[in-house]
């Protein structure tokens, strides 16, 4: 298992404004406005710490906890909620406690769920109708958090043009140790059922490699039914092209620098 560390990057930090129309400066004390502390976090996530504090802030500390609900936010116009469910959990509340400026709960992401190379949003919108004496809405009641799996080795992309029968075409794909192929990935057989053509992203340590790619009705992909292909893409961009005529299976080495 690779030791891996949590990477956030913030492109723009909110800042808390009260709209000059709804402030009131008879208002004593003045209004306070709450939301989100960042209105678009970017996280590298990797693996060991695949976790996000989310937080929400206060122009001034309250007299009592605040308690702020949130939910995924699917019509949002800025953003389009691209994440999947499986990929995080959270409770959706923040407690801002009474005398602080900020409140936060984690966003838990599933490691094993993110595919490297795949960049995807969750939206979340905090829904409360605040009743609070001199609290008031302000804009930043959104935020958009994008997220993808930071890979520490080297990406290579594993691309396949299918026949008429895709969902025949399955893999597996195997790194040599120590003269041994040990199993690193592998697809079964009808995941690609009604695709024309796939690409999937792998992370993968320096080494030696063999992919075995095997049709279930025993002919290939090429060419009596379409015109297959499939190919292994290095870091450094050299592709290595597979022979999509064979029977049952075929092999595929290459050598990841």
Same mark, same amino acid.
């Given at each position: ?13 909110? !800042? ?38 989310? +937080? ?14 949130? +939910? ?17 959990? *959270? ?7 009474? $005398? ?17 190379? +795949? ?22 009641? *959104? ?12 990406? !290579? ?11 025949? *075409? ?8 120590? $003269? ?61 092209? $597979? ?13 990841? +620098?």
């Amino acid at each position: 298992m690779k030791k891996i560390k949590y990477i956030l990057a913030i492109t723009a930090l909110s !800042v808390l404004m009260v709209n000059c129309e709804d402030y009131d400066p008879a208002v004593d004390p003045p209004a306070t406005a709450v939301g989100f502390k960042y209105a678009n976090p970017v996280l590298l996530l990797e693996e060991d710490n695949a976790t996000y504090e989310l +937080e929400a802030a206060t122009t001034t500390p309250l007299d009592s906890d605040l308690t702020l609900n949130f +939910e995924i936010n699917n019509n949002y116009d800025s953003a389009e909620h691209t994440a999947d469910a499986a990929d995080f959990s *959270t409770n959706g509340t923040i407690v801002i406690p009474a $005398g602080e400026l900020t409140g936060s709960t984690t966003v838990d992401f599933d490691f094993s769920q993110l595919n490297v190379g +795949e960049t995807k949003q969750i939206v979340f919108s905090i829904v409360d109708t605040l009743a609070i004496p001199q609290t008031i809405n302000n804009t930043k009641m *959104t935020t958009v958090i994008e997220y993808s799996p930071l890979c520490l080795f080297n990406e !290579v992309s594993l691309g396949f043009t299918f026949d008429d029968y895709a969902e025949e *075409t399955s893999w597996e794909l195997y790194r040599y140790e120590n $003269g041994s192929p040990v199993l690193v990935n592998s697809v079964e057989a009808g995941v690609y059922e009604d695709m024309t053509s796939f690409e999937q992203v792998l992370c993968l340590e320096s080494g030696d490699y063999i992919l075995a790619v095997y049709d279930e009705y025993g002919d290939g992909f090429c060419c009596d039914y379409g015109d297959g292909a499939f190919a292994v893409t290095l870091a450094d961009g050299t592709v290595v092209n $597979g022979n999509a005529e064979f029977g049952q299976n075929t092999t595929l080495e290459f050598t990841v +620098e």
